[in-house]
């Protein structure tokens, strides 16, 4: 089985084309012929930060994204699925499960239905950042009505944080650059502010009170809790834990807690079906231009997800 793997740390030149042994699946386990995997920053922070064991050689697979369809039904597996259907799924690299290879294992409740309205490329950018999202906002606890902040908005996971703001009621305050605001605007966010170090001041000149809760996309930590009002939540996706000020709660989004979810994926497919939720891929690669969907990931700029090929 072709995979892309990592025999050493470092820059996008690392990742190469390995060969893996072929897998089955087993009791309430799925096999999927893996299409496209989208490329995320956790991928290229894996890349750079895996702690290779040398006595292993085994290579280090990254990617947490995938769209495929099922080839095979491990036995004695209760499920709806069938040969053939198109599905998504989150995977966990850490775990022995990153997705940058062409078949995979995985449990019966980690894949869910791919949205019938979207092409498998497309479906791959969902599941990691929209489960994430998803894992945000629930954190967060917010009810409608209420109004949220958004930093990083133009981003996969800002912008999904944003689109199931607007679904559940909340008043969505979003940064952005110059070039970005019309995007940000079609997300659905009902004011735009502009991005930058002083996003605290910005949010707070739309709702002096402040927000009654934050997702930081952007990851400014300490340049954007000054937007939240007192008693109100934050949500990091870097493991921020806060200072405890003003009586704020601090949630750290770790969307490896929703592996198995399928039921929370099922609902994310469906509102991309509905229109609620909004695909973006910005360039597909294939499995030998690993390295440059890499390089332009971190080059910085995308609006959408790179996706590999198989």
């Known amino acids: 089985m072709r995979a892309i793997g990592v025999l050493e740390a470092g820059g996008p030149e690392v990742l190469q084309i390995v060969e893996l042994p072929e897998v089955h699946a087993g009791r309430n386990e799925l096999r999927i012929r893996i299409k ?18 040398l006595t292993n050689p085994e290579p280090f697979i990254v990617g947490m994204d995938l769209a495929g369809q099922i080839d095979e039904i491990g036995p004695d597996t209760k499920t709806d ?11 966990l690299p850490r775990k022995g499960l990153g997705s940058y290879r062409e078949n995979i294992v995985l449990p019966v409740d980690a894949v869910s239905r791919a949205p019938k309205t979207a092409s498998l490329v497309e479906a791959s ?24 902040g958004v930093t990083g908005a133009a981003g996969c996971y800002g912008g999904y944080v944003v689109q199931l703001a607007k ?4 008043r969505v305050i979003a940064d ?23 996003i605290s ?31 109100g939540s934050f949500a990091s996706v870097r ?23 399928s039921d929370l994926l099922d609902d994310l497919s ?6 609620i939720l909004t695909l973006r891929v910005a360039e597909t690669f294939s499995a030998e231009q690993a390295t440059e969907a890499h390089n332009k990931l971190e080059a910085g700029g995308t609006r959408g997800r790179c996706v590999i090929l198989f």
């Open 201 to 231: 001041r910005q949010i707070r000149n739309v709702v002096p009170e402040g927000v009654d809760g934050l997702a930081d996309g952007s990851v400014q930590n300490e340049l954007s809790v000054g937007a939240v009002r007192e008693g």
């Open 270 to 275: 469906k509102q991309v079906e509905e229109g």
């Open 125 to 148: 950018t969902l599941p990691m950042n929209g489960l994430t999202a998803r894992q945000s906002l629930d954190q967060l606890g917010l009810t409608a009505g209420q109004t949220i």
């Open 36 to 53: 496209a995997v989208a490329v995320n920053p956790v991928d290229t922070m894996l890349r750079v930060g895996k702690k290779f064991d």
């Open 176 to 198: 952005s650059s110059a070039e970005d605001k019309k995007l940000v605007t079609d997300l659905g966010a009902d004011v735009v502010v502009p991005r930058g170090d002083d």
């Open 81 to 91: 699925f069938e040969i053939g259907d198109s599905v998504i799924a989150m995977t």
């Open 239 to 261: 493991y921020w834990a806060g200072t405890g000020e003003r009586d704020i709660r601090f949630h750290r989004t770790s969307v490896s807690d929703y592996f198995q979810r």
């Open 167 to 170: 679904a559940a009621g909340l």
